[in-house]
Each structure stands twice: as C-alpha cells, then as structure tokens.
C-alpha cells in the first residue's frame, strides 16, 4: 500500500465551478457532445472548454469519438466527445439510525455494486461503524481490479474524525465524511439548474435536520423540536400501543394493525400537524422554493400525509414545490453517490493526479 499521507476531510457540496468540473457534470447526463454543446452547456467560452477537454482527456475521464464524425457540411469536423469506461471507482455510503447503504459507483455516477447496511447508532459507536465499512468494502470490491479514486461517507451523527481517519488508514485514498442532510441537498442542488430560490431539505430520523442549498452551497444545521422517535415512542407508550421500552428509531415503533384504532389514528394526526406547522414555518424561514421532506420521520406514517398537506399548504406560497421522498433506498442511494463523487465534481483533474501519486494509475 503506498505511504503517501492522506487526510480525511469535509465535503465541498456545491455546484461544479472550475471548467473541467463543469464539463465534466454535463457530460455525466449525455452520451455523446461536442465542444460546441459545451460551450452553449457551461457558459464558458470556446478556449476555456478547448482546455478543460485537453485536460479531461489526458487525465483519461473522456475521449474523442473520430468514427462518429458525420459530414455537416464545409468547415472543420466536429468530433463527437464521450466519457471513457470509468477509469477508477468511488464508495459511496449514507449511514442512518435506521440503516444505510454502501455502494460502488463510477465517474458517471452509476451505481456498480450495491449492499444495505446495519444503522450507525450510539450503541454500535463509532469504531464498530468504521469496521463494518471496512468488512463492507471489502467485500463490494472482490474481484474489482479498478483502483479506487475515493471513499464518501454521510452519517447523522457528527463525526470527530475516527471515522474518516480509519478508512483512509485501511485504503490508503482520501475520505470524505460529511452530513447526511447536507449530502442530499447537495444531491438535490446538483440535479437543478441556477436558481434564486434556495432548496430546503427537512430531514427526520433522530431528530430534524435541515439543510439550505443555494448556488453558494450547502449550510446544514439540527433544529430544536420534539418531533423525533423518542418523543413519539413515549406518546405510544402512554397510550398503551408500546411496551415500556426505549426505541432507538422511528422503525417497528407503530403497530402493523390495520385498521388503526380512533385513538391511534388522532394521535398520529396531531403529530403529522405539529410535523406539518414546523415545515411551514421552516420554509417560511429560509424562503424556500423547493422543499424536500425526507427520512423515516416523514414516512413512518403514510396515513398522516393529509394532515401534514393541510397544515402546510395554506401558509406557504403556493409557487413552492414541496415533495416527500417516501423511498428511503433511492435516498440512501443518492445521498452515497454524492458524497462519493464530491472530490469528482469539485477537481477531477486533481483526483486523477492523487492516484498517479498513489501509483494506482
């Protein structure tokens, strides 16, 4: 394994802004482009995307596409540009109180192997985490002989840097550790075109956590509230629906009968209106355009959405777009790929000259 030193660190999480980034972002959503569409894509001028594709195809990301080349007309060709079959591999993983998933992805951001993952708790702590990844990683990399550029990973607990520390000491590449919330409105911030409106992302699991993107990038911060599992859990317990014990998450805490007796079904209800209120008055806050309501908070209750609805809608604009991600894997999911190819979309050309010094390339 080489010695070079590599530190853990924190994600950038903002819109791709030097021009190999840019170019390379765009490319990520296309087969096949030419510099032109680059040009009209970025903004950037003819000479700046000329040089970013210079620096792109020798740090081997893209190619040229010469058989491709139709005949428009007279003038020079326009040769067609594509990315290369992925030249290395980044891990990418969200890690909840109520699970996660680990996963290999390429520089397009495909997901190549894929695994759940036990939840990062206070019980499991932090060291039993990071060898859990390891044991993971390990194992989604068998009989992978692509090197590895990076490892991502989005946790809801803060990390005092253990985590990170162990990983690169394990795999030797560079670790980025970052928020979970702010990893998915990072997702979320990457998948929008140049707004005014910043994107909110409300985020239940443990407790709520809110995270505000913007073309300036991502701030995240908790928020004091007693909507969290530990607060429902007690309410159920008071009411008889649980025994007298203290849940770790939202999961298993409602009963699977169905229907849902009156005295449940009102308990549940004030809950999704308090839940409701508090979106509102978040998005009022940040002055948001869109707002994601995401994690196990939001979903442990599907029968709440209309009480949440009507709490929310009559006191926010109606110009806002407000959406739950009911799918905590496609969340999971997207929250691992962005951490994962954060160091990608913010200096590819960079990551690239990190492996040429790991002599992995």
């Known amino acids: 394994m080489s010695t070079l030193a590599v530190s853990a660190r924190t994600p950038v999480f903002r819109r ?14 296309s087969q096949l482009t030419i510099r032109g569409e680059l040009v009209a894509a970025t903004g950037l001028s003819q000479p700046t995307v000329t040089r970013a594709v210079t620096s792109l195809v020798g740090a081997g990301l893209i190619h040229e596409r010469p058989d491709l080349v139709r005949a428009t007309g007279p003038g020079r060709p326009r040769i067609p540009l594509e990315m290369t079959p992925t030249p290395w591999l980044h891990i990418g993983a969200a890690i909840g109180a109520d699970g996660g998933t680990l996963g290999v992805f390429d520089t397009r951001g495909r997901v190549l192997r894929e695994t759940t993952f036990p939840p990062y708790t206070d019980t499991t702590g932090t060291a039993d985490t990071a060898e859990h990844l390891i044991a993971g990683i390990h194992r989604l990399l068998s009989r992978l002989a692509v090197p590895v550029a990076d490892i991502g990973v989005a946790v809801t607990t803060p990390d005092t840097g253990f985590l990170g520390g162990r990983l690169t000491e394990e795999f030797g590449c560079p670790v980025t550790v970052g928020d979970l919330t702010a990893s998915l409105a990072a997702a979320e911030l990457l998948t929008t075109g140049a707004t005014t409106d910043p994107i909110l992302i409300i985020y239940l699991d443990r407790g709520l956590t809110l995270a505000v993107a913007d073309d300036d990038g991502v701030t995240a911060h908790p928020v004091d509230t007693d909507l969290g599992p530990e607060i429902l859990a007690r309410r159920l317990i008071d009411a008889g629906f649980l025994p007298d014990q203290k849940p770790r998450g939202f999961t298993g805490l409602l009963p699977g009968e169905t229907p849902q007796t009156p005295q449940l079904r009102s308990l549940l209800d004030d809950r999704a209106r308090d839940l409701g209120e508090t979106v509102a008055r978040l998005t009022r806050d940040t002055g ?33 777009a407000i959406r739950i991600v009911p799918d905590a894997a496609t969340l999971a999911r997207a929250v691992a790929r962005t951490v994962a190819l954060d160091r990608l979309l913010s200096d590819p050309v960079a990551v690239h000259a990190e492996l040429i010094d790991r002599n992995q390339l």
């Open 16 to 29: 791709p802004t030097m021009p190999t980034a840019r170019c390379l972002h765009h490319m990520m959503h």
């Open 288 to 320: 948001a355009g869109t707002v994601v309501l995401a994690g196990p908070g939001f979903t442990v209750d599907p029968g709440g959405y209309r009480e949440l609805a009507l709490a929310v809608n009559p006191n926010v604009d109606k110009r806002v």
